[in-house]
């Protein structure tokens, strides 16, 4: 049988570190984060005027970073109102935390 066509099985763990990892993996969403972290909230207008994009490429950064459940969104029209989600934010840092000491469960010595 070929390599490629064996299935191979993730951890749920494994699933949510991959999926957060991808939603972080863009400059803008990492400074979105900050900015949203360092407040309560933030309108969606303030945030293409802290970062000088059109509304459109925001609000699709801001999709994928609520697709990973790292921020909650409030729609107060005619504005949506963005804040942290601090439960999955607890969860991200937690399973981040145990991912990258992971070498030491396993004592690896690569060299």
Not at 32 to 41: F, V
Not at 63 to 89: F, H, S
Request: hydrophobic letters at 40%; a neutral charge; aromatic letters at 8%.
């Amino acid at each position: 049988m070929q390599r490629t066509l064996l299935t191979v099985d993730y951890s749920s763990e494994e699933e949510i570190i991959a999926s957060i990892a991808k939603a972080i993996g863009h400059p803008v969403r990492v400074k979105i984060l900050r900015l949203l972290a360092s407040q309560t909230c933030c309108f969606t207008g303030e945030l293409t005027e802290l970062i000088p994009m059109a509304q459109s490429t925001i609000s699709q950064h801001l999709k994928a970073l609520l697709n990973a459940g790292l921020i909650k969104g409030e729609i107060n029209p005619p504005k949506v109102r963005y804040c942290i989600d601090r439960e999955n934010w607890q969860k991200a840092q937690a399973l981040f935390g145990k991912f990258f000491t992971a070498d030491r469960e396993y004592n690896c010595d690569c060299g």
